[in-house]
């Protein structure tokens, strides 16, 4: 289900890694929903404590759910795209996986509201691509995630994806690209930094 598509004047490329895709709108989607359930649930028996119903808590889930779908459509429109090079227009669009840089960020959940949606950076302001491979979870939920972090006057960016041979394959279309827009290839290192 992994795929890279060219388009047909082969102006353009995209990289769409569709298991990181569905991944992210799920984790997005039950992560809002979860919450909303809590934070109303502890509402709900602050205020009414005994006189709820039995079921209350299966109504609650379930509306918590109906009210987190809006937001993982939009997480779904900004990940199912992939990552979009175009080198015509000199341009890298994505939705970034970032990393939360100020106490802001942390406190206004900025990491998981940016899932929703897409950046677009000029590639020749790029000054550094560097490869990044690390595991999640434990024993037989355990997974080898692999990123892209860029890096540049706009500060820096992480590219996820769910398996090696899309980010080797994003990373060599970007280092194509910016070969024709600099005009010198950068390192064959995997951690590719680039020349101005």
Request: aromatic fraction near 10%; charge should be positive; hydrophobic fraction near 40%.
């Amino acid at each position: 289900m992994n795929k890279s598509r060219r388009s047909f004047h082969g102006k353009a490329y995209q990289v769409v890694d569709i298991w990181h895709a569905i991944m992210t709108t799920g984790k997005c989607w039950l992560g809002l929903a979860g919450a909303v359930a809590l934070s109303a649930g502890m509402v709900l028996l602050l205020l009414a404590g005994d006189r709820l119903p039995s079921s209350w808590p299966v109504f609650l889930l379930f509306a918590s759910l109906l009210l987190a779908t809006p937001f993982a459509f939009k997480v779904w429109h900004a990940q199912s795209p992939g990552i979009q090079i175009d080198p015509q227009q000199a341009t890298l669009s994505f939705s970034a996986d970032d990393l939360e840089n100020s106490l802001h960020d942390v406190l206004s959940l900025r990491r998981f509201f940016d899932h929703a949606r897409r950046i677009s950076i000029a590639l020749h302001d790029i000054e550094r691509l560097d490869n990044d491979t690390f595991s999640t979870g434990r024993g037989q939920l355990r997974r080898r995630r692999f990123a892209l972090n860029l890096s540049g006057d706009f500060g820096s960016y992480q590219l996820m994806f769910s398996h090696k041979q899309k980010r080797d394959e994003c990373r060599t279309l970007i280092n194509q690209s910016m070969q024709r827009i600099k005009g010198r290839s950068p390192s064959r290192d995997p951690n590719i930094a680039f020349p101005y």
